[in-house]
């Protein structure tokens, strides 16, 4: 009954189904707030896709770079009751957003590493129905702009065509 009505491939399927929706070079960016405040709507986000084909093996090194701005201001803290800010947890209640960011490769691709502000940094890495998924927490003050770049090889030589490739997403 579900495939009549292709819930099967839709967003109600999950978020990896709306990657493979999104075509074999689909790249999945997931945002969650760990935080439970309702700053959400002060994180700016940008995400940019770049390919390199100029490896000696033929495969391309895809870069994911997610764009993380934190634009709550002092004025909109004050205009906001404590559990909206998260004040209830220490070490927040003046603006910071804190968020698991994760990206998810098309099936067969390769771990090229994470770097944040052009750094690398420790990240978690694991697979999910031959998808590599790279995850880390990232914190962002007000004012303050973390750029995130996850970058992935390509499962074949060949395979990546930068006109193919596609950034789909969701924010929760």
């Known amino acids: 009954v579900l495939s009549v009505f292709g819930v099967e491939t839709s967003r109600f399927a999950g978020l990896l189904a709306a990657q493979d929706a999104a075509g074999a070079q689909a790249y999945g960016v997931y945002l969650n707030d760990t ?20 490896r000696s093996d033929g495969r391309a090194e895809v870069t994911v770079r997610v764009a993380l701005e934190n634009t709550v201001t002092t004025a909109d803290l004050a205009l906001m009751p404590s559990d909206a800010i998260g004040a209830y947890r220490e070490g927040f209640g003046h603006g910071r957003i804190a968020t698991i960011a994760t990206a998810f490769a098309p099936k067969g691709a390769y771990d090229g590493g994470v770097r944040v502000d052009g750094l690398p940094v420790e990240y978690l890495s694991g697979d999910s129905d031959g998808r590599l998924a790279s995850s880390l927490q990232v914190d962002v003050e007000p004012g303050e702009t973390k750029i995130l770049e996850f970058t992935f090889v390509s499962a074949e030589p060949g395979q990546v065509d930068r006109e193919d490739a596609v950034i789909c997403g969701e924010f929760a």
Do not use: Q
């Open 35 to 54: 935080t439970a405040a309702k700053l959400d709507p002060y994180l700016d986000v940008t995400i940019d896709l770049g390919a390199s084909d100029s």
